[in-house]
């Protein structure tokens, strides 16, 4: 099981990088979105490949301009802007989590923050955008939402998604468990058979 995660892995570095992943071959003309699903309990490990992979990338391929976006830190940046975040606090140590997540309903609702991520990632200017945080961004922002508001955004840049929960191609469950809507536009970075 550990060797299995482990080569799962270690073969993106190589996919990611390929000419053929980059420019979109094969895909005819889907969206060039793809989901790299792994237990949640694997989270530090991805995150530490991430790192690896960040590191990695302009040794493997200097030319290519890429870009990472921490979907957690986003939102905090976002409300920070704002002017919301220590506002949100506030109604979330007064009121609980319900009324902070009702607070936040507009200033967080999936088509602004789609704005507000290529904003951040300025797509035409990436060959790649890669995106984690998505477990940490939960209940404040669902997966399938940002990800329909990114189809016209992101023209052909290819964007992986770092999933912490099952995509089996139909679609995303948080942690294994949560269903989320049926999401059918992302291709499997790389195979994951069973956990």
């Known amino acids: 099981m550990n060797h299995d995660f482990n080569d799962r892995l270690n073969r993106i570095l190589d996919r990611i990088t390929a000419d053929d992943f980059l420019h979109g071959k094969g895909l005819g003309n889907e969206i ?3 989901a790299f699903d792994y ?3 694997r989270e530090l490990e991805v995150r530490e490949h991430i790192v690896f992979l960040l590191a990695q990338i302009p040794k493997r391929r200097p030319e290519l301009r890429f870009a990472h976006i921490n979907l957690f830190d986003l939102i905090i940046r976002h409300l920070k802007h704002r002017g919301f975040y220590e506002k949100a606090l506030d109604v979330q140590k007064i009121k609980g989590d319900e009324a902070l997540l009702k607070a936040l309903s507009a200033p967080l609702e999936s088509g602004k ?3 507000v991520f290529t904003d951040a990632v300025k797509p035409d200017e990436q060959d790649l955008v890669l995106v984690s945080g998505v477990g940490s961004a939960y ?3 669902r ?3 940002l990800l329909n508001n990114l189809h016209h955004r ?3 840049t290819p964007l992986v998604l770092f999933y912490p929960g099952v995509y089996d191609g139909q679609s995303l469950r948080l942690f294994g ?3 989320d809507k049926p999401y059918y536009r992302a291709f499997r970075l790389v195979d994951s058979g069973e956990w």
């Open 154 to 156: 992101m023209g052909s």
């Open 113 to 115: 923050l789609a704005q």
């Open 143 to 145: 997966t399938h939402n």
């Open 32 to 34: 060039p979105f793809y």
């Open 139 to 141: 209940p404040l922002l």
């Open 39 to 41: 237990p949640p309990d």
């Open 177 to 179: 468990t949560l269903a």
